[in-house]
């Protein structure tokens, strides 16, 4: 059965950081890509991240490039999120999950129960 546990949200400042992560279990994070997404109540999900299978090929939506960076450890199957220089606009709650494709393309296919991220001063 496949299963994602997010965890790392939280309450930030602006400009201030937090560390997502994402436990893995069904299938091992080398054989599918595993990325993010995040939706607020309302309105359209929107893509953050992902890690393909593949050598652990990386692509970044153009509102997180340069802020956000995702990586992953194959020995523990988990995938991280490091979120810097958080603003306002990134609160969200926070998906972790897999398209069932090496390369991160296509829609998500599966996927947990979220993390709140709430960037307010």
């Known amino acids: 059965q496949v299963q994602f546990v997010e965890s790392g949200g939280g309450l930030v400042q602006p400009g201030g950081s937090l560390r997502l992560s994402c436990a893995v279990s069904?299938?091992?994070?080398?054989?599918?890509?595993v990325g993010w997404f995040r939706q607020v109540p309302g309105k359209a999900r929107e893509p953050v991240s992902c890690?393909?299978?593949?050598?652990?090929?990386?692509n970044y939506e153009n509102y997180v490039k340069g802020r956000f960076t995702i990586s992953r450890d194959t020995a523990k199957n988990m995938v991280y999120l490091q979120m810097n220089s958080l603003k306002p606009d990134d609160t969200a709650i926070y998906y972790c999950?897999?398209?069932?494709?090496?390369?991160?393309?296509?829609?998500?296919?599966?996927w947990g129960q979220g993390t709140q991220v709430t960037v307010s001063s």
């Open positions: 999950g897999t398209k069932y494709s090496y390369y991160c393309d296509g829609d998500y296919d599966s």
């Open positions: 890690i393909s299978a593949i050598e652990g090929a990386t």
């Open positions: 069904g299938f091992t994070v080398d054989r599918y890509g």
